[in-house]
């Protein structure tokens, strides 16, 4: 569906986008995650044809975006990382004006922006002016208007940054709902949840570089070689972890509370040898897990980017 | 068809969300008027024939560069602006919807001063299609430079601005209030460079018969510059693009 060949985006001597390559397959939500100033917005601007690369290639469904920038925003819906519908128009109006620059004629139009604000529960404000609605509204009426012409591709600049809980989980289940309908869609966020509960695949930004991609299974196989298991038991085990340390050798045990322990191991091993041996020292073994690293722990690792910084820029989750 | 659609309702959204509106409305009326005004009382001696043509290319001037380069400025700083060049639309028939509504602006500004003089004097003598057309041209051209001026605007208040630096020297050296002949030598060529210096020239000859160049000659130059102004506009747009 895409694919991005060494795109180059230089400001002056300021290198934004560094020979970056990566496709979009059809039907999958595909993530860019990165810090400001990481390059996103200037790559989403050259694949939606409002930049110009230096040098590189886009192509959407076989379309040359550079070489034909007009033909591929046909199919393109775009949302910009801010809210940029008409102040002055109302919710109905404004989804309407967007139907026609689309070339949509009157009845199709306005037949598909009440689809529109009932599929995206703005029924009620339909009538409001934009300037009249909170954040979080203004923010799903300028989705909706993205969808206005049914777009084959989906592209989100920042879609729930600095709006309430409550909308930014609606977005997500209609994001997750256009995906199950077979819009192609590319999100860039700073949230790292966000990306490892919608994207199928994840892009790591960094200074204008891709510094990892791929299934959010894949990017944490990457930086994990270790088994972690927690083990919560029913008193103090601080005494025995250098017995349990001498007795199974391929072990390395931590405590992090008194009843609270990880056993790590370069393999897969089996547990019941462990629980008997605490079993035999009266300790009884209430939980065990295995903990997997989470995508937060990749991406400060992979980066050397704190998740903090990324929330502090955009305002907080 | 499709640009068309495009095209129509771009033209109704701004005509609707500025041009309809009271301030703007009223901007129109009272402006040309108050201009009407303040030279008939200055010039007693003057006939309300001769100021018409001024008073007409003024007002088309000041009502159609102000309003493209706040409205476009505006846009461009909520980025709405940005929706507008997303859509499948090509950059010309962008252009042309944004400066058609600037332009209906601009001559309804130009007939506030005609009717105006109309209660005073006879108006039957006035060659009305040239004025029309000289109208339409002035507002062509005003429009077009409010979209260049908008382009290198990032604020509102710096569009006001830019406009100013143009506007005024444009009206003491287009020949309307002071002769082209009487101007010192280094600033005519200036003069030969406005196209209001044409435009003017177009009104005096359809109103009074006073006019210093042919209709031929003041018709081409406006064109040439309609079609410079508007590639020059083209080119700065896409360059602002790229950035």
Redesign the interface.
Known sequence: MICVKNLTKK?GNFTAVDDISFDVKKGEIFGFLGPNGAGKTSTINMM?????PNSGKITINEIDVIKQA??A??I?G?V?D?S??????DGFANLC??G??????KKERESKARELLKLFRLQDAGNRPFKAYSKGMKRKLTIAAALIHSPEMLFLDEPTTGIDVESSRQIRELILQLKNQGTTIFITTHYIEEAERLCDRIAFIVQGKIVASGTVFQLMNNVSHSHNINLITNKDVQDYTTALQKRFKEITVTVKKPDELVIKTAKRIPLLPILKFLHEKDIEVYEAKEIHPSLEDVFVKLTGIETSVLQKEKGGF | MKSLIAFYNILKKDITNYYLKPPNISWGIIFPLSWTLMQLLRSVDSSILELLPGLISTSVLFGTTSMLAVTITFERSGRSFERLLLAPISLNTLMLAKITGTILFGMFNAFVPIIFAGFFINLSDINWIIVILAVFLIAVTSSLMGLLIAVSAQQVFEAQTISNFFRFPMLFLCGLFIPISSLPVFLKPLSYCLPLTYGADILKGAITSNNSFSYTLCFVMLLIFTVGLFTVSKYAIEKKQNQ
């Open positions: 400001y939606i044809g409002l930049l110009k007009k033909k925003q046909e393109m775009i910009a801010e940029n519908l008409y102040n002055e128009m004006f967007c026609a620059l689309y070339g949509m004629g």
